[in-house]
C-alpha cells in the first residue's frame, strides 16, 4: 500500500537509541536539551521546550498565557481536533472561524473579526498541509484587538517564519508528521519568560529538573505553580536530534513532489483543483486535493484503495463532531463544510518518486472520469 505518509526511519536512529540505552539515562538529559536547543536553532530562535506532543504544547502555550474560563479563542475548524480541545483543557471557549476559500482553506480574517467579542483573548492559527497564514495581516488584526497570537505548527516544522508570528509556536513530532519522534511536540516563543513559564510547566510547576539536581548537587525543588507531566524523553530527543538533520531536506522533496503533483494534476485530471493556487511559503506536509462536485468520493476512495493508494481526509470539521455539536450547537461554517466534503488527501512523503506521483495522478484520472461517466449515465 502506497500510504499518504510514512516516516523514515534506519540506523541513525537506531545507533542513537542504542546510545540512550546505553547511558542509562532516560528521560530529561542531555539528549532533551541538545534537541531544544537545535530545534530552535532551525528556527532562528533562542531557545525552544520540548513535550511529549503537539497537544501538550498547545495546552501549555494556553495555560502559561493565562487563557481560562470566560475567554474565547479563535479556532479553524478545518483542523485535528487537538487545536480546538486544548481550548476546552484551559476552561476557555473555542469560537469555530470559517476559511478565507476552498482555494485558501486557512482562517479568515473578516470571519475572525465577525466572531471576535469582548471576551476574544487569542487566535489560534493552523499552516494548514504546511502553508503558512499571512503574518503581517494577522500580527495587524491581532494587536488592534489585542489578541495573542498561538500557531498551531503541527504541519509546519523547518520553516523560519513559523513562530515569530505572535506569543508562541506548537510543533508535532507524530509519526506522520514531516520529523517525527513516535510521538512528542516542542514549543517556540520568543518571549524568555513565557517560555519558562512553559518548561516549569511541562514537569509539575517544579523550579528545577532531576538532571539540574545532579549536576548542582542540591536535592531541593520547589513547586511554585500547578503544572503538568508533560516531559520529553530521551529516546525520542536522540531520534528527533537525527530526523532534524534531514528536515530541510525532506521538505524540499516534498516541495518537489507537490510541483509534480500540481503539473501531472492540471494535465491529466483538469476537473480536480488543488488548493493554494498562488505560491506561499509552505512546509508541504500534506498534498490535499478537491474532487469536482460532480465526483463520489467514496468511489475515488475505493478506486485508488484497489490500485494499493491510501487517501485520506483533511479534516472531518472539528464543528460537526458530537462532542463539539453538544457542546457548541448551530455552528454553520459553509466553506469549511463544503471544502471538507469534497477534499482527498493522497500520499506525499520524502520516499515517493516521480513515478509514484505519476501512478496517484492516472489512478485518480481514471477514478474522476469513471465519476463524471457514471453520472452523465445517470
Ligand atoms: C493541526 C494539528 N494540530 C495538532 C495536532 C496534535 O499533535 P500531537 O499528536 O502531537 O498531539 C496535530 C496532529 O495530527 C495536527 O495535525
Same mark, same amino acid.
Do not use: C
Given at each position: 500500500m502506497l500510504l499518504v505518509s510514512a516516516p523514515i526511519l534506519g540506523v541513525p536512529e537506531k545507533t542513537a537509541l542504542t546510545k540512550v540505552i546505553d547511558s542509562g539515562w532516560l528521560t530529561m538529559g542531555e539528549q532533551v536539551r541538545a534537541f531544544e536547543q537545535a530545534f530552535a536553532d532551525v528556527h532562528g530562535a533562542e531557545d525552544c521546550v520540548a513535550v511529549s506532543s503537539c497537544t501538550a504544547a498547545l495546552h501549555l502555550i494556553l495555560h502559561a498565557l493565562g487563557i481560562g474560563p470566560g475567554d474565547e479563542v479563535l479556532v479553524p475548524s478545518l483542523t485535528f481536533v487537538a487545536t480546538a480541545n486544548a481550548v476546552l483543557y484551559v476552561g476557555a471557549t473555542p469560537v469555530f472561524v470559517d476559511i478565507e476559500s476552498v482555494d485558501v482553506p486557512l482562517m479568515s480574517i473578516a470571519e475572525a473579526e465577525a466572531k471576535c467579542t469582548a471576551r476574544t483573548k487569542a487566535v489560534i492559527l493552523v499552516h494548514f498541509a504546511g502553508y503558512l497564514a499571512d503574518r503581517e495581516q494577522w500580527q495587524k488584526f491581532a494587536r488592534a484587538r489585542g489578541l495573542h497570537i498561538v500557531e498551531d505548527a503541527a504541519h509546519a516544522p523547518g520553516?523560519?517564519?513559523?513562530?515569530?508570528?505572535?506569543?508562541?509556536?506548537?510543533?508535532? =513530532?507524530?509519526?506522520?508528521?514531516?520529523?517525527?519522534? *513516535?510521538?512528542? +511536540?516542542? %514549543?517556540?516563543?520568543?518571549?524568555?519568560?513565557?517560555?519558562?513559564?512553559?518548561?516549569?510547566?511541562?514537569?509539575?510547576?517544579?523550579?528545577?529538573?532531576?538532571?539540574?539536581?545532579?549536576?548542582?548537587?542540591?536535592?531541593?525543588?520547589?513547586?511554585?505553580?500547578?503544572? =503538568?507531566?508533560?516531559?520529553?524523553?530521551?529516546?525520542? *530527543?536522540?531520534? +528527533?536530534? %537525527?530526523?532534524?538533520?534531514?528536515?530541510?531536506?525532506?521538505?524540499e522533496i516534498r516541495r518537489i513532489l507537490v510541483m509534480l503533483y500540481r503539473r501531472l494534476i492540471a494535465k491529466h485530471c483538469p476537473a480536480v483543483t488543488i488548493p493554494f493556487h498562488e505560491p506561499r511559503t509552505s512546509a508541504y506536509h500534506i498534498m490535499p486535493i478537491l474532487l469536482p462536485r460532480y465526483a463520489d468520493r467514496q468511489d475515488v476512495i475505493d478506486a485508488l484503495r484497489a490500485q494499493g493508494i491510501q487517501t485520506t481526509i483533511h479534516y472531518p470539521p472539528v464543528h460537526q463532531m458530537t462532542l463539539y455539536r453538544e457542546l457548541i450547537p448551530g455552528t454553520h461554517l459553509p466553506r469549511t463544510e463544503d471544502f471538507a466534503q469534497r477534499e482527498l488527501t493522497v500520499p506525499l512523503h520524502p520516499q515517493i518518486t516521480a513515478p509514484l506521483v505519476e501512478t496517484v495522478v492516472v489512478a485518480l484520472a481514471a477514478a474522476v472520469n469513471n465519476c463524471a461517466q457514471t453520472g452523465t449515465a445517470a
Open positions: 520553516l523560519k517564519e513559523v513562530g515569530t508570528f505572535g506569543a508562541a509556536a506548537a510543533f508535532s =513530532f507524530y509519526g506522520n508528521k514531516n520529523m517525527t519522534t *513516535a510521538e512528542g +511536540g516542542a %514549543v517556540i516563543a520568543r518571549d524568555a519568560g513565557l517560555l519558562e513559564t512553559i518548561r516549569q510547566a511541562r514537569g509539575h510547576g517544579m523550579t528545577t529538573g532531576t538532571r539540574q539536581r545532579l549536576n548542582s548537587r542540591t536535592p531541593q525543588y520547589d513547586v511554585t505553580m500547578l503544572g =503538568f507531566n508533560y516531559r520529553m524523553d530521551e529516546l525520542r *530527543a536522540a531520534i +528527533g536530534l %537525527v530526523q532534524l538533520q534531514n528536515l530541510q531536506e525532506w521538505n
